[in-house]
Nanobody
């Protein structure tokens, strides 16, 4: 059974930083894609960042470029998302998503991801 377990969420002030982690178990995603999405209350779930295990290519939503960094641990089944200069409008539940299909580029469409974590709450206070 595949499990994606997120950690690292919490409460932070505007301008602060958080580091999210996603650990995958039950299946290898070493050549696949692991990504982060977020969903704020009343809004659609949106792509934040992703990384390809086969190519190392990363992709980011325009709104987070220059502030967020996604990286993969040596085991490649663990991904971190370093979030800096956080804004109140980025308050949301952050979800880890994974696809075991080998791709060079990172899909931003959530339908491309078969596996999802339970989510971790990130709250940015103003």
């Amino acid at each position: 059974q595949v499990q994606l377990v997120e950690s690292g969420g919490g409460l932070v002030q505007t301008g602060g930083s958080l580091r999210l982690s996603c650990a995958a178990a039950g299946r290898t995603f070493s050549d696949g894609i692991i990504a982060w999405f977020r969903q704020a209350p009343g809004k659609e779930r949106e792509f934040v960042a992703g990384i390809s295990g086969s190519s190392g290519i990363t992709d980011y939503a325009d709104s987070v470029k220059g502030r967020f960094t996604i990286s993969r641990a040596n085991a490649r089944n663990t991904v971190h998302l370093q979030m800096n200069s956080l804004k109140p409008e980025e308050t949301a539940v952050y979800y880890c998503a994974a696809s075991d299909r080998r791709r060079l580029l990172v899909p931003t469409d959530r339908d491309r991801y078969a596996y999802w974590g339970q989510g971790t709450q990130v709250t940015v206070s103003s």
